[in-house]
């Protein structure tokens, strides 16, 4: 079977032929691969960047937002059945700490964590794979056209996930009411694919969704952000920095954007006791100059929060799942406009692509 690799540490990508896996445990899924999304991070990876080969092979396969269709089990599994529509998890524990321990590799403690397609372990863009039962999570086959995009989905459920829950531990009005979201003010920065899936999370949960970018109001984004009910701001006009006394102090603020400087940028449209996530990597290493004391000052006279936010658990993949489904019944046929399906012969350059807008480009396996 072909598959996508690298030689991490070298720009580019090449095709390598494997060999197809098997079943070998009675845990294990086979799964004929569908079709892979491309993010920042694949992007990253193919020019050079953070990425790991599995232990003592050159090359690693890429891809870790997959989409397929379950073609054997093993006689222990039971998460999903022949014939199902499923997507495998990304991170694989470092079996020692207790967060591995408890299935929350998301929160590993030792960082000796692998990721598939990222870090020490072949990724999704190929046409087979086997890993266990405890990594899978069946998608509902109604869900099939949008479901590659539950990974980057499951990333933006656990950064508003523990956002909310933090806020219901320390602010006594949101213990209190039904669901911290409804009704507040979010902003999300950034409106690329993450982006607009947060904006969409958001939404779904009642809140009254801003989205900061800096792309003409009548163009695909802010047009995408507005069928579901959210505001545009144009960043070029608006700043960050000027979002809570032009617009409105933000109770929560997703970032989404992958600029370092955006990221300190927007703690000042966070309202009092208002929660900051960073969801993105910003690739680079230029030094930047922010101005730290007035950072922390307005952290604590605030009681601000910033959190960094990485990887997602089972859960927050099935949340997603379950959003993607809410988001199909309401908004009819628009999540599908996020994604743009190209051919394996189109990867190298859909994967080269820095200018990505809000298409999820994703790499088609189905006829591989
Ligand atoms: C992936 C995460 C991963 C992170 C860091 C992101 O692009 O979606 O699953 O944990 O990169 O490697």
Not at 24 to 33: F, S, W
Not at 213 to 225: H, I, Q
Request: hydrophobic share 45%; proline share 4%; net charge neutral.
């Amino acid at each position: 079977m072909k598959a996508i690799a690298i030689t991490p540490g070298t720009p580019g990508t090449h095709l390598v032929e494997l060999q197809e896996p098997d079943i070998r445990t009675a845990n294990d899924v086979k799964v004929r691969v569908l079709s892979v999304g491309i993010c920042g991070t694949d992007r990253q990876e193919v020019g050079g960047g953070r990425a790991d080969a599995p232990e003592g092979a050159q090359e690693l396969v890429i891809g870790h937002e997959m989409l397929g269709r379950v073609i054997g089990i093993g006689s222990s599994v039971t998460r999903v059945a022949v014939g199902d529509h499923a997507v495998f998890t990304v991170r694989r524990g470092c079996g020692a700490c207790a967060s591995c321990r408890m299935q929350r590799s998301d929160m590993c403690q030792t960082g000796k964590y692998r990721e598939r397609g990222i870090k020490g372990l072949d990724g999704y863009q190929t046409g087979f794979v086997v890993d266990r039962d405890e990594y899978v999570v069946r998608v509902p086959c109604e869900l099939a056209s949008i479901a590659v995009l539950t990974e980057p989905l499951s990333i933006v459920e656990k950064a508003i996930d523990t956002a909310q829950r933090v806020q219901i531990a320390r602010a006594p009005e949101a213990a209190v009411a039904a669901d911290w979201l409804a009704g507040r003010r979010a902003l999300v920065a950034g409106l690329g694919p993450v982006g607009l899936l947060a904006a969409m999370a958001l939404a779904l949960r009642g809140a009254e969704v801003y989205g900061l970018d800096v792309v003409d109001a009548g163009s695909a984004r802010p047009r995408w952000l507005e069928a579901i009910g959210g505001r545009y701001i144009d960043g070029r006009t608006v700043p960050a920095a000027r979002v809570a006394d032009v617009v409105a102090p933000m109770d929560l603020v997703v970032e989404a954007a992958g600029i370092a400087r955006l990221e300190f940028n927007l703690l000042d449209a966070l309202a009092l006791n208002g929660i900051c996530v960073l969801t993105s990597i910003p690739g680079g290493d230029r030094p930047l100059q922010i101005p730290g004391a007035e950072i922390v000052r307005r952290l604590v006279l605030g009681n601000q929060l910033l959190l960094g936010s990485v990887n997602a658990a089972r859960g927050h993949f099935e949340m997603a799942v379950r959003d993607l489904a809410h988001a199909a019944l309401r908004w009819p046929g628009h999540v599908a406009q996020l994604i743009h399906h190209t051919p394996i012969a189109g990867a190298a350059r859909a994967l080269a692509n820095t200018e990505t807008g809000m298409i999820k480009d994703v790499i088609d396996w189905s006829d591989a």
